[in-house]
């Protein structure tokens, strides 16, 4: 099996340079490593190109994680296509490890495994879990795949730093262009493999399969609160959770994303908690409604044909 990796970056040269090396001592090379830069990122893709024909560059102009992806995407031609972010390295025995899993059974479509989190230098232990990757029957996402132990399972969703699809699939696929965000279009893999779910295809997370992640906000990303990338945010997630949910599950999820939601993005029971703990939670509150209403937009505009965002 030929296997293709795909860097998307922009604004780290640094963590790409790192990446780079990481993916250079894989036991079981790439056949193809691409890396995806901005036209503006001089400097990464200096980086990029200092690696020689071991690595090839694809220039996009627009801005997001989703339009560098799918550039790569498109420019790949392996039968399994391996997505990480410029800020991890993965481990050595990681696209050996992705491909047996693929060899095993041809109904997997998707393969991922665990982010080791790494802040300030050290690696940081925030235990373990069984429970990685999955969706309720009303829509409640649950991520933990930084935390994943025991053996490998079917999940629902895998985490885009450490995540394989087969080629043909994603190609056909892509990364859903209806996403909003500005530098990164979060959640972006959630509708992916619900996609594949929704086709009866496997998708498999393997704890053992793994990177390092050494997470860094993108350069056109805020450090700081801001109600617009919550809504974002929240809009992407509800879109991929509304196409997969039969209708009745549909609306229990709406009514608990307002009755009660998370601590990220509020409900009403979150709300009156975040009045106590923290400012912002009002804010919060009607940027994460305000992400559902456009969510439930963007699904109406699509059956209708119309695929237009705003």
Same mark, same amino acid.
């Given at each position: ?53 071991? %690595? ?9 994680? %989703? ?32 491909? /047996? %899993?693929?060899?095993?059974? &041809? ?53 885009? %730093?450490?995540?394989?699809?087969? *080629? ?31 086709? *009866? ?13 050494? &997470? ?38 709406? /009514? ?17 908690? /975040? ?14 409604? /305000? ?20």
């Amino acid at each position: 099996m030929r296997v293709s990796v795909v860097i998307p970056t922009y604004g780290r040269p640094q963590s790409l340079a790192r990446c780079l090396d990481a993916i250079a001592r894989q036991r079981r090379p790439a056949d193809e490593t691409i890396v995806v830069v901005r036209g503006d990122d001089l400097a990464s893709e200096q980086v990029a190109r200092s690696r020689g024909a071991a %690595v090839r560059v694809v220039r996009v102009d627009r801005p997001g994680v %989703v339009a560098a992806m799918n550039a790569g995407i498109d420019a790949s031609d392996g039968d399994v296509v391996a997505l990480t972010d410029d800020d991890a390295a993965p481990h050595e025995d990681w696209l050996a490890r992705l491909l /047996a %899993v693929y060899e095993g059974d &041809p109904g997997v479509a998707a393969v991922g495994g665990r982010d080791r989190l790494h802040f300030d230098g050290r690696p940081w232990d925030g235990g373990s879990t069984q429970r990685v990757g999955t969706i309720s029957r009303i829509g409640v996402i649950t991520g933990n795949h930084h935390m994943g132990s025991g053996p490998p399972r079917d999940v629902d969703v895998l985490k885009g %730093v450490n995540l394989s699809v087969r *080629g043909g699939l994603l190609r056909e696929l892509r990364i859903d262009e209806r996403l909003r965000g500005v530098g990164t279009e979060h959640h972006w893999e959630l509708g992916l493999c619900l996609s594949l779910r929704r086709r *009866g295809l496997r998708v498999v997370y393997d704890p053992e399969i793994a990177v390092d992640h050494f &997470p860094q906000p993108r350069i056109d990303d805020s450090r700081e609160f801001r109600p617009e990338e919550l809504r974002d945010s929240t809009h992407n997630k509800a879109v991929a959770v509304l196409e997969h949910l039969p209708a009745p599950a549909r609306a229990a999820h709406r /009514a608990w994303a307002l009755a009660i939601g998370t601590g990220t993005e509020p409900g009403l029971a979150q709300l009156l908690r /975040a009045r106590v703990r923290r400012a912002g939670g009002w804010a919060r509150f009607r940027a994460t409604q /305000a992400g559902l209403r456009d969510a439930a937009h963007t699904v109406r505009r699509t059956r209708r044909g119309d695929t237009r965002l705003r």
